[in-house]
């Protein structure tokens, strides 16, 4: 993938987190609450940030080591990425 495709993809994914955070600011803004809801969706909004940390680290090893991984180095640096992605 290239780093403009996966600078697009993390710039998208804050929108999104932006957009969930908005949504529980304007819930809780209300006289009337729903806490569910707002709780529901905080924790959305949590799950995605843990996405966003998880997507932007693999493109900085990718895009600042990539070009130093040696071919037998490369094995482990996909076990790393894939320890990343959990």
């Known amino acids: 993938m290239k780093t403009i495709d996966q600078k697009k993809k993390i710039l998208n994914h804050i929108s999104r987190i932006e957009g969930q955070l908005a949504s529980v600011k304007s819930e809780l803004a209300k006289d009337d609450v729903d806490c569910i809801k707002a709780s529901e969706t905080l924790l959305s909004a949590s799950r995605s940030f843990a996405g966003l940390r998880q997507k932007f680290t693999e493109a900085f090893l990718l895009k600042h080591f ?21």
């Not at 990539?66 to 959990?86: H, M, N, P, T, Y």
């Open 66 to 86: 990539i070009a130093q991984v040696s071919k037998k180095d490369r094995v482990l640096f996909e076990k790393l990425l894939s320890l990343i992605k959990g």
